[in-house]
């Protein structure tokens, strides 16, 4: 198969692949749309068994960034850059510049941050050589850590679905929580605020008696978050969590979480549907992480410090997005995550078109 053949490829506006022979570099810079905006999304270095496998999770990803920048209402495209490498053993900061050249040679199309694998060092390296980096830390415009803001964007989800599947607010609904990490960690603490019984599980046991002991929830092991009887799951670990195998055993009827990819497949979000399950698209109720970065770009882009005020009205309308997405589906009788498929293509191709008439 070509690149061009790729199921993922969908129209890529544009793939880098780059290399630096002195500092090791090997990296794809994939720009899927700059529609709406320059496109923005992490970095993510790991060990690829091939080159092949490394171009098909940048596609993706982008891809997947084109999505979520356009539900977060931002004037952002989508876009994604894989370094070929093992984290672990071989970051140096001279590989990390190199990284800044290849972004530079982008030349503004594509803005860096954070992802699995690069931390903020990482990126104060690439910074010296391009200004499109975004998520540094000690400067008036930095953003700083988006996992509060992806929980509150989440937290307003739940809320949300929980009005419209089990009219009620939060008090004494119970939540199932598949990791308590950066985000689930948050979530956890606003839910048994707002008086939620907590069930929760982490590889991580830690974590876990810290959250447990903070919020006062009940701990199960990983294996059987899924079978705990609650009215809320919210994924927050690894993708995947919903595929056919564990759908039979969830018994919530709100599934909404922070979780990047959680249906395994498509098959996973119409058996979701088919049984009744309300599934907030992951990649909406969680854009509160992009938000976070796009304030910080907004604010490098215009000399000005990061603003609260204009994320937190950002994550208001996301909610709006997530009801829009709620009522086209409940009003076409379609799986949630299709809807919000298609209206994330018609935003991206709207703002192609009006530009291009323009
Ligand atoms: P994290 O690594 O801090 O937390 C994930 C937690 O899940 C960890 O505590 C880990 O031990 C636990 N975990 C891993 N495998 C597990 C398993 N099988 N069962 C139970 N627990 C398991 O990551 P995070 O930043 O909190 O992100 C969580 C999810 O949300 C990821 O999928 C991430 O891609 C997504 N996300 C995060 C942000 C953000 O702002 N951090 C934004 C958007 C999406």
């Known amino acids: 198969m070509t690149l061009f053949d790729s199921p993922s490829f969908e129209d890529h506006e544009g793939v880098h692949a780059f290399s630096d022979e002195k500092s090791g570099l090997k990296c794809i810079i994939a720009v899927h749309s700059t529609a709406r905006g320059p496109a923005a999304g992490g970095c993510r270095m790991w060990p690829y068994a091939s080159a092949d496998d490394a171009l098909e999770d940048a596609l993706k990803l982008s891809r997947a960034m084109s999505y979520k920048n356009a539900m977060a209402d931002l004037a952002l495209g989508g876009g994604k850059s894989v370094i070929l490498g093992d984290s672990r053993t071989q970051k140096t900061p001279a590989l990390f510049e190199a990284f800044g050249r290849a972004i530079e040679a982008v030349g503004g199309r594509y803005w860096t941050a954070e992802d ?208 829009e997405v709620l009522d086209q589906a409940l009003h076409e009788r379609r799986p949630t995550n299709e809807v919000a498929n298609q209206i994330a293509r018609s935003r991206i191709s709207g703002e192609a078109s009006s530009k291009a008439a323009a």
């Open 116 to 323: 699995v694998g690069v931390s903020p060092e990482d990126l104060a390296s690439a910074r010296k050589q391009t200004r499109y980096v975004a998520g540094l830390d000690g400067h008036p415009a930095a953003s700083g850590d988006p996992s509060p803001v992806t929980a509150e964007g989440v937290f307003r989800g739940i809320q949300l679905c929980v009005r419209r599947a089990l009219k009620r607010d939060l008090g004494g609904v119970r939540v199932a929580i598949q990791g308590v990490g950066h985000v689930g960690g948050y979530l956890a603490e606003k839910l048994h605020a707002a008086g939620a019984k907590l069930v929760i599980t982490d590889v991580n046991p830690e974590t876990l008696n810290r959250v447990a002991s903070a919020t006062k929830a009940t701990i199960v092991s990983p294996g059987a978050i899924f079978d705990a009887d609650v009215d809320v799951f919210a994924p927050c670990a690894l993708g995947g969590a919903i595929n056919l195998d564990t759908l039979p055993r969830i018994r919530a009827r709100v599934i909404a979480g922070a979780a990047n990819n959680q249906l395994a497949d498509a098959a996973a979000g119409r058996d979701l549907f088919q049984r009744g399950i309300l599934y907030a698209p992951d990649y909406v109720i969680n854009g509160g992480g992009i938000i976070n970065v796009a304030g910080e770009i907004r604010a490098l882009d215009r000399g000005e410090a990061f603003d609260p005020a204009w994320v937190d009205a950002k994550l208001d309308h996301l909610a709006l997005t997530l009801e």
